[in-house]
């Protein structure tokens, strides 16, 4: 854990931006110059001396992409455990010290399919107190189910259980711990995996039968001991930008065939602005939802928590071709230029098979009456800076907003600041009707999307199935910690 004040955490974050913006800033040029070589000053300086008699660390990049353990369930039950830990664990072929569940990092993959029990026993080994959020599930947020209120001291454990409902939304899910003030650090360490869960898309023409590829985005850093860093002591430019725990992986594909890649941001708060040399991106499922429409994009723009399911058809040239992070943001949020990944394309050719064009109707949301409408503030003010919603900062024990079971609702989230926040609510999936006050086309529904800076989103969802509370915030997971959070209530 970073034993720094909350206060003097959120200043180091933004003097070490500054910072690096400043000693690069020609002409407001910032963010360009982060991308060059002249980074290497930033990472020497973050660099510590290797102590004397231990091996300097090697990470090893190139090697064959590769997926973390699968659990799958059977006979509509998954029942499984997941011990959480601080221990050892491998990240990109090199013995480490990180926050793992199943000493796996990234941690196992859950396979569930709609009417399924998922029963995970978690095991709190760490150093302090956990929790367990299933992000994007529509399961209840009470008792043993999704409750992020319920917390697992050091020690202990807890028996989570999930009814998958017939008609859940197939996708990629993912899970990780909730537990404010802290949950940073814990993610960030490692404590991350994917759910995924079948569904009508999966048979499609065009989609059925392709090869699929799980990327998991994470960022870390490991100090000289190989012991994982404290977030609050790291910084984009010298963090880890993994997949699947591995550095700058090969993805393998035959010249003209086509793949199915499941792409998630489970990093603890980095915005990845994704890319393939000459391929088109071709969206197919948005957070774990299917689209309308496939939808063609040269870049893919992910904040925290988000997913994204994309088809990749392979140019019929064999070559390698780089999957970056393309520079992305300014200020504080500067992403650098990053290469994530290669696409090695080599072998036998494949004729190109047409990729399809309609997926799965959704209904639209944007013509319906609203019960109400709720306008949200996402707030950075002060000095020292504070996190907050409409002027508070989260309390487990104030309710913020309460609404009728089965409303219908329509919500402004304003952003006064400069940062861009990746807004998420838990139990119910929403769509998004307007960016900015204009109307937005949306082709499914999300449960996490970005609001731009000192800009607005306008969503509409209806509130359907559970009572209970839950929680809405902001996914950057440092911005939460501070209380950048919300109570729902629903009655």
Known sequence: ????????????????????????????????????????????????????????????????????????????????????????????????????????????????????????????????????????????????????FVMTHPGDSFQYEYHIPTNHAPGLYWYHPHPHGISENQVNGGLAG????????????????????????????????????????????????????QLRPVIRMRPGETQRWRIANISSGNIYNLALAAHPLYQIEDDANPLDTVQPTNALLLGPGERAGVLV????????????????????????????????????????????????PFEDLSKLQVDRQRHITLQEIGSPLRFQIDGNTFDPNRVDQTVPLNAFEEWVIHNTSEDWHPFHIHVNDFQVVAVNGEPYTAHSYDDTFLVPAFGSITMRTRFLDFTGKFVYHCHILFHEDQGMMGVVDVV
Do not use: C
Request: net charge neutral; no cysteine; charged share 20%.
């Open 1 to 148: 854990m970073d034993q720094d004040h909350p206060r003097s955490a959120v200043a180091r974050r933004r003097l070490n931006r500054r910072a690096a913006l400043a000693r690069f800033a020609t002409a407001g040029a910032a963010v360009a110059a982060l991308s060059a070589s002249g980074l290497e000053w930033l990472r020497a300086d973050a660099r510590q001396a290797t102590p004397p008699g231990q091996p300097a660390l090697k990470f090893a990049a190139g090697e064959d992409l590769v997926e973390p353990p699968v659990r799958s369930s059977k006979n509509g039950r998954l029942d499984t455990t997941l011990t959480a830990r601080v221990g050892p664990t491998t990240v990109a072929g090199q013995p480490v010290t990180a926050w793992v569940y199943e000493g796996s990092f990234p941690s196992p993959t859950l396979r569930i399919k709609n009417g399924d029990t998922l029963r995970i026993k978690v095991v709190n080994q760490l150093p302090e107190m956990t929790n367990f959020h299933t992000h994007g599930f529509h399961v209840s947020p009470s008792g043993n189910s999704d409750n992020i």
């Open 194 to 245: 994917a759910i995924g869960n079948e569904g009508e898309i999966d048979q499609l023409p065009g989609i059925a039968g392709l090869t699929e590829r799980l990327l998991l985005i994470q960022a870390t850093e490991f100090g000289p001991d190989g012991v994982v860093r404290p977030a609050g002591q790291q910084h984009e430019a010298t963090q880890l930008h993994l997949i699947n725990g």
């Open 313 to 360: 058809q392979a140019s019929t040239a064999p070559g390698t071709y780089e999957f970056r992070n393309l520079l992305w943001g300014g200020q504080f949020q500067a992403m650098p230029d990053i290469l994530l990944a290669t696409v090695v394309v080599e072998g036998k050719p494949l004729a190109p098979a047409p990729l399809p064009t309609t997926l799965i």
